[in-house]
């Protein structure tokens, strides 16, 4: 699933090609696409009728264009999911689900999703401009509303692992497995130790260096493992060539040396270095 750095290069190609542009038929097809709107596609697209996209939005991983009104377009990319901008003329993708004419007669904004985990659905939004459906995902580290020090001391009370705290979308948004296992390996911490057992300040290193390592991410256009993540333009990104941790079992670390080791955590695959980021005594998850 893409992360915050994936969805942020979608969202500024959004704001470049769709911002201020008015929408005059929206073509929504099969009801997976839409099965976050209750009502369904028809309704779906009925409602996307004569809309003025007014902003191209993002908290952590989710993703939605502001409509002139009170709703928003919530859009979930799933494992797949591709917004792109296309001429209407060119050739329909096969598993595109929706297309989006605009009043300019320029090029169509199309959702395209492979293995259709994705989808749209319409959410009020808020007064702070956060749709509805989203208030309950905590701001990420890109965010001006992003208290660090709160996260820190939230995190410090947990007795869970570090790596499970920073899976958590409440806690902190737009950190993913890639990116939570690039932070510990630059923090040198192992994803199993507890955050209670950490101090504030090394909790809150481990929270600067996800930092770094996204908004480097985004400078290469983020982490591409899978050709179908693609930005708007349908170009892949390349951080995956500069990772440290995320994947490489069996090379050599970075750092050290030693042989880079590959452990399942919350159903995941993990990635440290033996040396580096030796286990907790205890070994436990919590």
């Given at each position: ?15 470049s090609?769709v911002?201020?542009r008015?929408?005059t ?13 209750d ?9 996307l009728?004569?809309?003025?996209v ?6 952590g991983k989710?993703?939605?264009?502001a409509l ?6 919530i859009?979930?990319?799933?494992m ?7 001429p209407?003329d ?26 259709t985990f994705?989808g749209?659905a ?12 989203v208030?309950?995902?905590?701001p ?6 992003y208290d660090?020090?709160?996260?820190v ?23 993913g ?16 130790r507890l955050c209670s ?6 909790l809150a ?5 996800a930092?770094?390592?996204m ?46 080791r590959?452990e399942?955590?919350m ?14 005594r205890r070994?436990?998850?919590s």
């Amino acid at each position: 699933m893409p992360e915050l750095p994936e969805v942020e290069v979608v969202r500024r190609g959004l704001e470049s090609h769709v911002v201020g542009r008015h929408v005059t038929r929206a073509r929504i097809t099969g009801v997976r696409v839409a099965r976050r709107h209750d009502p369904g596609p028809a309704d779906l697209a009925a409602r996307l009728h004569d809309v003025t996209v007014t902003a191209a939005s993002r908290r952590g991983k989710y993703l939605w264009l502001a409509l002139d009104g009170e709703d928003a377009l919530i859009v979930h990319l799933g494992m797949s999911g591709q917004m792109l901008v296309e001429p209407a003329d060119a050739p329909l993708e096969k598993h595109c689900h929706a297309r989006f004419d605009f009043a300019d007669g320029g090029p169509q904004l199309r959702f395209v999703d492979q293995r259709t985990f994705g989808g749209l659905a319409l959410s009020p939004l808020g007064g702070d401009g956060i749709p509805e459906s989203v208030a309950h995902i905590a701001p990420d580290p890109f965010e001006a509303s992003y208290d660090q020090a709160a996260v820190v001391r939230r995190m410090k009370q947990r007795d869970s692992a570090v790596k499970r705290a920073l899976l958590d979308q409440s806690l902190v948004s737009g950190i993913g497995n890639i990116y939570a296992d690039e932070a510990l390996w630059r923090a040198k911490v192992h994803g199993e130790r507890l955050c209670s057992a950490l101090t504030k300040p090394t909790l809150a290193r481990i929270l600067d260096h996800a930092r770094d390592v996204m908004s480097e991410a985004l400078g290469h256009g983020g982490t591409s493992f899978d050709a179908l993540y693609v930005n708007v333009n349908g170009a892949s990104g390349y951080f995956d060539r500069s990772l440290h941790a995320y994947g490489r079992a069996g090379t050599p670390c970075d750092r050290c040396g030693a042989t880079m080791r590959r452990e399942q955590f919350m159903n995941r695959s993990s990635f440290s270095c033996p040396v580096c980021q030796p286990r907790p005594r205890r070994h436990r998850q919590s």
